[in-house]
């Protein structure tokens, strides 16, 4: 009698079937929220480039929304843009270059901005890791970033190269015309007088 009742009935199931089952059902729950985070990458195996790529430019995006909703609360960091990110293929490191509002900051001033992002770094991987589907976020290294610095250097220097050459294709030209008169000057016989005063 209580075999029968140990028994499951057609349209039950047995406590192993349904453990099984429950697992089985996890295991599908965690894989479908990995799918749904894959678009950031969740593994630190190695990312491809794309997804690197991706990975760095939303890291870029959430940080520069944090700025603009004044999240770091140093007065050093006001006025900072996050001009670009980078990230390591394995997805543990990320550079973060900085840029100011300001048309042309001092030293001092670029500096104190770096350094106030470095103070907030514990408070700004916190927010992002609630904003970004990885499960580590990567560190964060702030760094200045020089690129329009070195591009305005460089078109100042072409600048004054084109000068240099303008200049000398001006300068060319008159002493060419000044050679010319002088030996036509000389070669004239009409122009000069013979060393008895008549010609």
Request: proline letters at 5%.
């Amino acid at each position: 009698m209580s075999a029968k009742r140990a028994r499951s009935g057609p349209g039950e199931r047995s406590p192993a079937s349904r453990g099984s089952s429950d697992r089985k059902g996890a295991s599908h729950g965690r894989q479908g929220k990995d799918a749904r985070g894959s678009t950031l990458g969740t593994s630190s195996a190695g990312a491809g480039p794309e997804r690197t790529a991706r990975v760095a430019e939303r890291v870029r995006t959430e940080l520069a929304d944090m700025l603009l909703r004044g999240e770091v609360r140093d007065p050093e960091a006001s006025g900072a843009i996050v001009s670009a990110v980078t990230i390591t293929n394995d997805l543990s490191l990320a550079r973060v270059y900085l840029r100011l509002l300001d048309a042309e900051p001092t030293e001092a001033r670029r500096t104190a901005l770096v350094k106030a992002l470095d103070r907030a770094k514990g408070h700004v991987r916190r927010s992002l890791a609630s904003r970004l589907d990885l499960r580590t976020v990567p560190e964060l290294r702030f760094a200045w970033d020089d690129t329009a610095d070195r591009a305005a250097r460089l078109d100042e220097l072409l600048a004054e190269v084109a000068a240099d050459r303008a200049k000398e294709l001006v300068v060319a030209p008159e002493s060419a015309s000044d050679a010319e008169e002088t030996g036509g000057r000389a070669d004239d016989p009409t122009s000069g007088r013979g060393g008895d005063g008549e010609p």
